[in-house]
């Protein structure tokens, strides 16, 4: 787990995960989601590209 954010707006929570391939990331759902009896739903959403990743900002 890199980031988590807590948001407004549908849901609660965003977190972004960075998992070798799909049999990691449904491990880590199991064990993050399903198992857990506070989690009523989540969604997931795949990166297809990166746009820009480092945090910084270039200020001139």
């Given at each position: 787990?890199?980031?988590?954010?807590?948001?407004?707006?549908?849901?609660?929570?965003?977190?972004?995960?960075?998992?070798?391939?799909?049999?990691?990331?449904?491990?880590?759902?199991?064990?993050?989601?399903?198992?857990?009896?506070?989690?009523?739903?989540?969604?997931?959403?795949?990166?297809?590209?990166n746009a820009?990743?480092?945090?910084?900002?270039?200020?001139?």
């Amino acid at each position: 787990m890199q980031q988590v954010y807590y948001v407004t707006g549908d849901f609660d929570f965003l977190l972004v995960l960075n998992v070798r391939d799909m049999a990691e990331y449904e491990a880590l759902t199991r064990e993050l989601f399903f198992s857990s009896g506070n989690i009523k739903s989540f969604k997931t959403i795949v990166v297809m590209q990166n746009a820009k990743q480092e945090m910084r900002v270039l200020i001139e």
